[in-house]
């Protein structure tokens, strides 16, 4: 997926000179948010991490608390979530989703089946570091069945990387064996395979299974499976699925802003350009013209310019 991100490093960049912008735009009477916004969704997170550590050497203050004293609402969650550093981020956010009544599971599914194994890793880590307690106790902790062992599973961050040539057509039977062509499904097999191999290679495995059944496999996921279950599997496969959750979060009682805020930043460097590619083959309009449609003002103009363009 390299490459395939809206937001990359600025050239020429100088951390000194942007920490001076942003404090002459929260400075004296009223605040220059079209500043603020301009030049932190066209810096990539690593830029702004040094960013925030020159605002401080220079003015002896937190950028983070001075942004969050100066912007209000959606705004300003957004361009805190901007600060973040990626690793922190996740960890932040899956500790919500286990914390206190009920567990938010798409947001569980949505990070843990498209984060690569050093991220997971990494991941486990922070979150041991901030909160002091083990991740995995956690997600089990809130969790059943076949979809907490596939969850399970993708903690070990053990998934295969790059595609193994010699296993895609056994993997490929194995899946079609456990499912299709039999009474009932055999979901150890869905979950041993789907979790242990790269996205790449299921890629290609997902392809030989449609030329031996006949079926797409979200067809057959689809079919021989159900609940969080279906939607991590489904997840595993494919990053792009996450246009699924974009969608869901502009439809029905209003825009799910907290699920737009955390795709739109976390993917922003990575595959936006495949999700706007997906939205849009999915969807018959742009994810430019959803943000469009469901947000205004300053919070709209950010998430635009993390979009990176319209596919109209």
């Keep these: 997926m390299a490459g395939r991100g809206t937001v990359k490093p600025q050239s020429g960049f100088n ?31 690593a830029q702004r991490q040094q960013i925030k550590a020159a605002y401080k050497t220079l003015h002896g203050k937190d ?21 973040e550093p990626p690793t922190l981020y996740d960890a932040k956010l899956l500790r919500n989703a286990t914390e206190g009544m009920g567990t938010s599971e798409h947001v569980l599914i949505e990070i843990l089946a498209s ?39 993708l903690l070990q961050a053990s998934r295969q990387q790059g595609v193994q040539e010699g296993s895609i057509q056994s993997d490929a039977k194995a899946l079609f064996d456990a499912g299709e062509k039999k009474f009932g499904t055999d979901e150890e097999q869905f979950i041993t395979i789907l979790g242990n191999r790269s996205a790449e290679h299921l890629r290609r ?75 849009r083959r999915m969807f018959a309009t742009s994810l430019n013209k959803m943000i469009k449609g469901d947000s205004s003002g300053d919070y709209c103009k950010t998430l635009l310019l993390l979009c990176g363009g319209d596919d109209a």
């Design 15 to 45: 951390a000194n000179n942007d920490a001076e912008v942003l404090f002459k735009a929260m400075k004296g009477l009223g605040t220059d948010e079209a500043s603020i916004l301009q030049l932190l969704t066209a810096r990539s997170n």
């Design 63 to 83: 950028l983070v608390s001075d942004l969050k004293s100066e912007l209000t609402g959606k705004f300003e969650t957004l361009i805190v979530a901007l600060m």
């Design 115 to 153: 984060r690569t194994p050093s991220e997971i890793q990494n991941i486990i880590q922070t979150y041991k570091n901030e909160y002091g307690h083990n991740l995995e106790d956690d997600v089990t902790g809130d969790t059943t069945g076949h979809f907490k062992r596939m969850l399970v599973i």
């Design 205 to 279: 495995v997902f392809a030989e299974y449609m030329k031996m059944s006949g079926f797409q496999i979200e067809e057959s996921i689809n079919r021989e499976t159900s609940g969080n279950l279906k939607e991590v599997l489904l997840a595993v496969g494919k990053t792009p699925r996450l246009t699924l959750h974009v969608r869901v979060c502009a439809t029905g009682a209003g825009t799910d802003d907290n699920t737009l805020i955390r795709i739109m930043v976390s993917r922003s460097e990575i595959d936006m350009l495949d999700i706007r590619a997906e939205f």
